[in-house]
């Protein structure tokens, strides 16, 4: 018999009026104050970032049933993972119509860009053939790469407590240490030389803040501020909490969402420990999704009411970014600040965003930037700066 230890936890819901109480990894059922039913979860860390859950359940201190998950968490091979959010828009276009299109991208790019824009083109197709989702045909610097990642990055994640995550002189309140953002840190050391020193003395604007991870890695590319646009409550209170474990004083976070006008919408949230939200349509999760009004507000105006100079502009919001740039496109024109644009959302986006820029005539030069981590097309930006 075996009773976990559960005071001082919180109340995280009830069962017919009775309470769950939530302390670390351990659920416990209370009925007249005593511990009845219990579950606590055990984590093991996968290749490839990936955790795999299991639980012991605990009735009046006694087990009475076990998982055992982690003995499946074997990999005999590297491979890539597909993106379903992409793929629902992608496979609506023609093959003519996605190639007149990855045409029109490809302009006037680097050759690095274009191999990008083919391979996610050619991976994402193939990965739809197969009844894994998944592709094995790796180069051998990706290769190295995700064994690098295994053996270099994960490991270096601590758990300090279960509130409390640590990496590389960060905190954050969950463990979502994303490869994308703390390892390739955006690929901003990709921007010229003379695009860094610009941004370094001027403000930094971070649209789909998230938990304030991001924030936290540009604060080591300017002098200024960074302002986090975080629509979501969940998100929102915890880079509450990532700015208080980091001590920071030059981060501002913004409880609002950055489109096209003033108003109000609903967003949708997945259940997940990321707590992914969109304004677009994710059909894969209807069911797992819950919905919350948010305040949307037009980067223009909140840059003229606060007098900002910009330097940097980081957009990732799930699939509205080309709302954001209706309400972003004044402060464009005159500032011209430096961009990474996500652009793996859907399929308008990933193919229309850069010929929009273009059309607007600033003189900005563009680049497409995948991170090696295990997607096809995750975390794909748009790297757009002006040289003068």
């Not at 006694?62 to 003995?71: C, E, R």
């Not at 609903?266 to 304004?279: D, M, P, Q, V």
């Not at 607007?360 to 002006?386: A, H, Q």
């Amino acid at each position: 018999m075996k009773i976990y230890d559960y005071k001082g936890g919180f109340v995280r819901s009830r069962i017919l009026g009775l309470p769950i109480v939530k302390k670390g990894y351990v659920l416990t059922l209370l009925v007249a104050g005593l511990p009845i039913a219990q579950r606590k979860t055990y984590l093991t860390q996968t290749t490839g970032g990936g955790v795999i859950y299991d639980f012991v359940y605990r009735i009046f201190g006694f087990s009475v049933f076990k998982t055992f998950k982690y003995k499946k968490a074997t990999r005999s091979s590297l491979f890539l993972y597909h993106n379903d959010l992409l793929n629902q828009t992608f496979f609506k276009m023609s093959d003519s119509e996605i190639f007149e299109k990855a045409q029109k991208l490809c302009e006037n790019m680097d050759l690095q860009s274009q191999n990008i824009v083919y391979q996610i083109i050619f991976r994402t197709k193939l990965a739809a053939l197969s009844p894994s989702k998944k592709i094995f045909r790796l180069t051998q610097h990706e290769k190295k790469s995700l064994e690098y990642l295994d053996s270099d990055f994960y490991p270096r994640i601590c758990e300090i407590t279960p509130e409390v995550f640590y990496y590389e002189g960060y905190f954050l309140p969950i463990r979502h240490f994303e490869v994308s953002v703390f390892y390739y840190k955006h690929g901003l050391d990709s921007f010229s030389s003379q695009t860094l020193a610009k941004i370094k003395n001027l403000d930094v604007i971070d649209v789909g803040g998230f938990i304030g991870d991001s924030a936290l890695i540009f604060q080591s590319f300017t002098n200024k501020n960074i302002y986090s646009f975080e629509a979501t409550s969940h998100n929102y209170n915890l880079m509450l909490q990532t700015l208080k474990l980091n001590n920071t004083n030059r981060i501002v976070p913004v409880k609002k969402g950055l489109g096209s006008k003033k108003t109000k919408m609903n967003i949708n949230i997945l259940n997940t420990l990321s707590a992914r939200s969109s304004l677009i349509a994710d059909n894969n999760h209807l069911g797992d999704t819950k919905s919350e009004e948010i305040e949307l507000i037009t980067l223009d105006n909140y840059v003229k009411e606060h007098d900002l100079k910009i330097g940097l502009i980081k957009v990732d919001i799930e699939g509205f970014e080309m709302e954001f740039l209706k309400g972003a496109k004044e402060t464009i024109c005159s500032q011209k600040p430096a961009m990474i644009l996500s652009i793996y959302h859907q399929a308008s986006d990933f193919f229309d965003i850069k010929p929009l820029i273009e059309s607007w005539n600033l003189g900005y030069t563009f680049r497409v930037y995948k991170p090696t981590d295990y997607s096809i097309s995750f975390e794909t930006t748009l790297m757009c700066e002006v040289l003068d």
